[in-house]
């Protein structure tokens, strides 16, 4: 099975780091992966997406992800841009903190995460990406959730090891977040 990702936002907002997670993550699995970031020159503050294709049976031809199986969209601008191009059938996934808006798609499955709000209340600033990640991986089962977390933290450098148990904390809000 092949899945398409487009993980999308503002520079800053770990939309990379979040696209390299799951492709590291496939890559551990055996899977052919791609990986293609996409970022206007202003970086942090301006667009920011990336793709992110996963596949356990076939080979990828392209690294373009125009119409994804999975959106993460981080900001209004993103999920106005991508929202219609997902799949039917496929998922969307929203920080809801900074996307006032819903989907009025019946036919593909959507969830509105306040990623950015729960990573301020619990003191997490900059992991609103491994709260969404967590919901991710929740909700699309294409990974394990003790798999993925074990392959996060192996993928924190030593000079950033403060970092493991907030992600670690975030991935676990996100996991378990239940969307009304």
Known sequence: M??????????????????KQIAKMGMDKDMKVSWLPSYGPEMRGGTANCSVIVSDDE???SPIVNLPDILLSFNIQSFDKFEKTVVPGGMLFADSTLISKKSDRTDIKTFYVPATELASKNDLQGGANVIMLGKFVAESKLFSPDEFIEHMVASIPPAKAQLIENNKRAFAIGYHYRTV
């Open 59 to 61: 080979e990828i031809g």
């Open 2 to 19: 092949t899945t398409k990702i487009l993980i999308a936002g503002f520079g800053g907002q770990g939309i990379l780091f979040a696209g």
